[in-house]
């Protein structure tokens, strides 16, 4: 039976953690508790397990297909979607009157993070759903709400966004998709879309898309951007399905991972029939979409974790059970063999591991918790934190999640990229997410050339405040030695925003900004080293005097892991400090025609 995550750990990040509990004090979340979360926990485990994780190899192998008329995909997807839509999944943070459980949202944020553990293809069709389904819910007209919204958390709808053009990419403002106003009210909407995920599939009756189009005469740009729902299919007021809608699948894309969802090309309106129904109000398109990029940045972050937690497990797994080899110390040929294990050298390509994966999960929780402090608690602060931290909760899972898929590999020597092992297709499943909603280099503009310096500053004040609580709550030995270290870098990173900062205030934005990769790299390893140092704070107080020997491990493992990030990878920002503060122009100044 597949292993999704270690449980200890898992139980561990939400009860010490972020307290979940604490969670039910807020009036949306206080008919639930403890008992309710976990059994929302092991209702999640079992449908993954049983219906997620069985065919995730199988829909790798066998990608959707079409024939000029029809995509089929395997079967056991449309099974799986039924089984997740039946126990209510898709609606889970949704409202009682939506028919939801209203489920704190770092709730669901595990409950997600077992689906994309046992088969993140298969569940990116009701993680899009849930995502468009919310956009809708907030900004939708009450008509179109009534129309759409339940059947697509009943799991009768599926739902994408669709955004990417074939000539335009990331750069959204130059979008050339139109939406023609029509007599009615309605738009005629015009345009290519590509690598639509789920634009297309034989799961569900009708497909939800949000469109990003320009309305005829708009200004170029992002302020002439609107955004539109344009079903598949033609649909009435009650929901009953009626013609096409002139949503045309071009052809299917196939890529490296993720095979078993569908990338799509679309066009729209090739016989000028193609309707669409504003969200909103025109030229705010961009605005409402990002709730939803938001949102799938938070979500691609938390693939990236756990199918770089997958891969850990797995190469740990294998790396217990596989004899080979000696230590150094061991002279006799006619000797035992070790386990892999007990290589220094195979220790150091685990820890490294669960030094990325359970501090990448650990930060996509915290990003959960921040959104039900916001959402149900009304906290401004904890909005402005969100906000500030958004680039890093998706660019260092994804980032250091496929560096865990690639260490997995090199765990299981050989066997690691045949397909007779899981690791290989988590490599090439999470390789897809540095690419998935805005490249490493988008979010690191994203952070410094924005995000630092809305609000006057105070998100980043916020996050200082959190770090130095932190420090001060560290009194154990071990952790304090660490929490000395990360003061020592902290400093560095400080002082570096400090002089990027000036020189884009300065009007230096090119030379301030040339290097911003480094500086986002930079602050994922500040940001990651501080959670470790939470983590290990709360695994003292609550393990330290515990007699069981699991309690002893699981706290030597925080330690171990902790020592090794906070010694090993964050004193790597003081090289990138010194390019940034040095404003090293080395990429820069290098020109086409030099290569």
């Given at each position: 039976m597949t292993v999704l995550i270690n449980n200890k750990d898992l139980n561990f990040m939400l009860y010490q953690l972020f307290n979940a509990e604490e969670l039910t004090q807020y009036s949306r979340y206080n008919e639930h508790d403890k008992n309710t979360f976990n059994s929302i926990l092991e209702t999640s485990y079992k449908i993954a397990s049983e219906y997620f994780a069985p065919h995730n190899a199988k829909a790798d192998h066998h990608e959707p297909t079409f024939d000029g008329q029809k995509v089929t995909t395997i079967p056991e997807v449309k099974e799986a979607w039924k089984h997740f839509s039946q126990a209510g999944l898709l609606c889970a943070t949704q409202s009682y009157e939506n028919g939801g459980m209203q489920l704190p949202v770092l709730i669901n944020m595990a409950s997600n993070a077992l689906f994309m553990s046992a088969n993140p293809a298969s569940v990116a069709y009701p993680f899009l759903t849930s995502a468009a389904a919310n956009v809708i819910d907030a900004f939708a007209s009450d008509e179109n709400k009534q129309t759409?919204?339940?059947?697509?958390?009943?799991?009768?709808?599926?739902?994408?966004?669709?955004?990417?053009?074939?000539?335009?990419?990331?750069?959204?403002?130059?979008?050339?998709?139109?939406?023609?106003?029509?007599?009615?009210?309605?738009?005629?909407?015009?345009g290519q879309k590509m690598f639509i995920s789920g634009g297309d599939q034989d799961i569900t009756e009708n497909i939800i898309h949000l469109v990003l189009a320009r309305i005829q005469n708009a200004p170029q740009g992002v302020k002439g951007i609107s955004l539109f729902i344009v079903p598949k299919f033609k649909t009435n007021q009650d929901g009953s399905i009626a013609e096409t809608n002139d949503v045309q699948l071009a052809g299917l894309l196939h890529k490296m991972g993720y095979r078993g969802t569908t990338s799509t090309v679309l066009s729209f309106g090739e016989n000028d029939q193609c309707q669409g129904f504003l969200i909103g109000e025109a030229g705010s398109g961009l605005k409402y979409m990002f709730k939803m990029m938001n949102e799938a940045r938070v979500g691609v972050g938390l693939g990236a974790a756990m199918i770089g937690y997958r891969g850990y497990l797995e190469s740990l797994?294998?790396?217990?059970?596989?004899?080979?080899?000696?230590?150094?110390?061991?002279?006799?040929?006619?000797?035992?063999?070790?386990?892999?294990?007990?290589?220094?050298?195979?220790?150091?390509?685990?820890?490294?591991?669960?030094?990325?994966?359970?501090?990448?999960?650990?930060?996509?929780?915290?990003?959960?918790?921040?959104?039900d402090e916001h959402?149900?608690?009304?906290?401004?602060?904890?909005?402005?934190?969100?906000?500030?931290?958004?680039?890093?909760?998706?660019?260092?899972?994804?980032?250091y999640g496929p560096k865990a898929n690639d260490l997995a590999i090199q765990v299981l020597g050989g066997a690691g990229y045949t397909r007779e092992y899981p690791v290989e297709q988590c490599y090439?499943?999470?390789?897809?997410?540095?690419?998935?909603?805005?490249?490493?280099?988008i979010q690191s503009l994203d952070l410094l050339g924005r995000k630092l310096w809305q609000h006057n500053g105070k998100g980043l004040a916020l996050l200082m405040q959190r770090f130095q609580k932190t420090l001060d709550e560290t009194t154990v030995p071990e952790a304090k030695e660490l929490a000395q270290i990360f003061s020592q870098h902290l400093a560095t990173a400080q002082k570096t925003t400090k002089i990027l900062g000036n020189a884009i205030f300065e009007a230096k934005v090119d030379q301030a900004l040339a290097n911003a990769a480094l500086y986002l790299?930079?602050?994922?390893?500040?940001?990651?080293?501080?959670?470790?140092?939470?983590?290990?704070?709360?695994?003292?107080?609550?393990?330290?005097?515990?007699?069981?020997?699991?309690?002893?491990?699981?706290?030597?493992?925080?330690?171990?892991?902790?020592?090794?990030?906070?010694?090993?990878?964050?004193?790597?920002?003081?090289?990138?400090?010194?390019?940034?503060t040095e404003f090293d122009n080395t990429c820069f100044n290098m020109q086409a025609d030099y290569f």
């Open positions: 759409f919204l339940p059947h697509m958390l009943s799991g009768r709808f599926a739902g994408t966004m669709a955004l990417t053009e074939p000539d335009v990419g990331s750069s959204l403002g130059d979008l050339k998709t139109r939406a023609i106003p029509q007599p009615d009210g309605t738009y005629l909407i015009k797994e294998y790396a217990k059970n596989r004899p080979q080899g000696r230590l150094p110390s061991e002279k006799d040929p006619n000797s035992k063999p070790v386990n892999i294990i007990q290589h220094s050298d195979v220790k150091r390509m685990l820890l490294a591991q669960k030094a990325y994966v359970e501090g990448a999960l650990a930060l996509c929780l915290f990003a959960a918790r921040l959104i959402q149900a608690g009304s906290n401004q602060d904890s909005e402005i934190l969100l906000d500030l931290i958004t680039p890093i909760v998706k660019s260092f899972p994804s980032a090439r499943d999470n390789r897809l997410n540095p690419i998935h909603e805005g490249t490493f280099g790299d930079m602050m994922g390893k500040v940001v990651i080293s501080w959670l470790w140092l939470e983590m290990l704070n709360k695994a003292y107080l609550n393990f330290e005097q515990s007699q069981h020997q699991d309690d002893q491990n699981f706290l030597a493992g925080k330690l171990h892991a902790a020592r090794y990030f906070i010694r090993w990878e964050l004193p790597e920002i003081e090289h990138q400090a010194k390019l940034l």
